[in-house]
């Protein structure tokens, strides 16, 4: 899969639809942050990684790079494992999405004090720290798509896609 899209439409309806709101709700919630799919992962960077989203078979799996917004909330959400730096959701037809909000917004802040002193954490130690390895972070290799028109073909296209005017019948 090469675009997070790409990899929504292949699961199935109810991880779809959940593992979308979250999706939805960091890009509109974290400005700036460039989203890729890596192997089953939805990164999403900052100044490097800051969160990644993986939808297992009954659940899915925010991890948060930034680890003072992840304690924050071990009280507040259950299954917050404060060693992964991660939250675990079991019930997908009860995401908190207004807790998620919170997470996402703090930890693009903290991100941005963190980058101005100079401490960014590198890839490889977040997917220490994620339990995930560097296979599971590899982009993607680019899809290459090759035309199987010919010339002339594209050339019927580029006259058809004109904005001559056309009579009328």
Avoid at 76 to 91: A, G, I, M
Wanted: aromatic share 4%.
């Amino acid at each position: 899969m090469s675009t997070v899209g790409d990899y929504l439409q292949s699961l199935p309806p109810d991880r779809r639809v959940a593992m979308a709101k979250i999706c939805s709700l960091i890009r509109r919630s974290a400005r700036g942050v460039r989203e890729s799919m890596r192997h089953a992962l939805a990164f999403y960077e900052l100044k490097g990684p800051l969160f990644a989203l993986e939808s297992g078979e009954k659940s899915m799996t925010l991890y948060v790079a930034e680890k003072s917004v992840i304690e924050a909330y071990k009280e507040k959400l259950p299954n917050v494992d404060l060693q992964r730096q991660c939250v675990l959701f079991t019930d997908l037809n009860r995401i908190p999405l207004d807790s998620i909000e919170k997470i996402v917004r703090e930890s693009v802040s903290a991100r941005r004090e963190r980058v101005a002193q100079g401490d960014v954490p590198t890839q490889a130690q977040l997917l220490e720290v994620w339990g995930l390895t560097e296979e599971d972070a590899k982009a993607p290799p680019p899809v290459v798509r090759i035309s199987m028109k010919s010339h002339d073909e594209d050339m019927i296209e580029i006259i058809d896609d004109t904005d001559a005017p056309r009579s009328k019948k």
